[in-house]
């Protein structure tokens, strides 16, 4: 059971390039979310879904956009990157609100 | 927005030793979290809490929902070297997607 899978796991890129950050999850949950971790700040939600065809801004969705068209799958894509995106990007699932995320192992993107 | 104030930031322990962190809020949660991360892996749930005085435990990992709804405690007992890592709480409102995380607390144990 593979859970939530994210590629690639390490990104470098220009300022102003974009790129698209992959997340997919094998347990048929609704939830989804993507998350951003900086150091001392804990993890911010940048994107959510409840479920196919629903997306919804969370905390710091500026520089980012999201679609879910399946229920596997939730891409995170940055439009054009800046040096303040260099972060870890972690994707999220669950089956239900209220209960418990399980995380990916993560992308560490760094933006020159 | 809300904000959840986790501490010790660190802590440098030996082996053996009980560990004590805890989470507090200006505001209530129906939900809190723990979670461990591990350098270069995501956050692995530990214990969940969805009633206010709920005292949880997992192994040597024991949890309080505080009564005010506004804050949280993990106690770790008999520290082992695994035990490293970073943890971190987050707190829920029902019917929110969002979990609110505290900045993590960083455990090194000394063996």
């Known amino acids: 059971n593979a859970g939530v899978t994210q590629t690639p796991k390490f990104q470098v890129l220009k300022t102003g390039q974009s790129m698209t950050l992959q997340c997919a999850q094998d347990?048929?949950?609704?939830?989804m979310s993507w998350y951003r971790q900086d150091p001392g700040m804990g993890l911010r939600l940048i994107h959510y879904?409840?479920?196919?065809?629903?997306?919804d801004q969370g905390e710091v969705p500026n520089g980012y956009n999201v679609s879910r068209s399946t229920t596997e799958d939730f891409p995170l894509r940055l439009l054009s990157a800046a040096p303040s995106q260099t972060s870890v990007y972690f994707c999220?699932?669950?089956?239900?609100?209220?209960?418990?995320?399980?995380f990916g192992s993560g992308t560490r993107l760094t933006v020159v | 927005g809300q904000q959840l104030n986790q501490s010790p930031q660190s802590m440098f322990i030996q082996e053996g030793e009980d560990v004590s962190m805890n989470c507090t809020s200006s505001s209530i949660f129906n939900t809190w979290l723990w979670y461990k991360q591990d350098p270069g892996e995501g956050p692995v749930l530990l214990i969940a809490l969805y009633k206010a005085g709920e005292l949880t435990s997992n192994g040597r990992l024991t949890a309080q929902f505080g009564i005010t709804r506004k804050d949280s405690f993990l106690n770790i007992s008999a520290s082992i070297p695994s035990d490293v890592g970073i943890y971190f709480c987050?707190?829920?409102?029902?019917?929110?997607?969002?979990?609110?995380f505290g900045q993590g607390t960083r455990l090194t144990i000394n063996p």
């Open positions: 999220a699932s669950t089956i239900s609100t209220g209960g418990g995320y399980t």
């Open positions: 347990m048929n949950h609704e939830y």
């Open positions: 987050a707190g829920q409102l029902w019917g929110a997607q969002k979990l609110v």
């Open positions: 879904s409840v479920g196919a065809g629903i997306t």
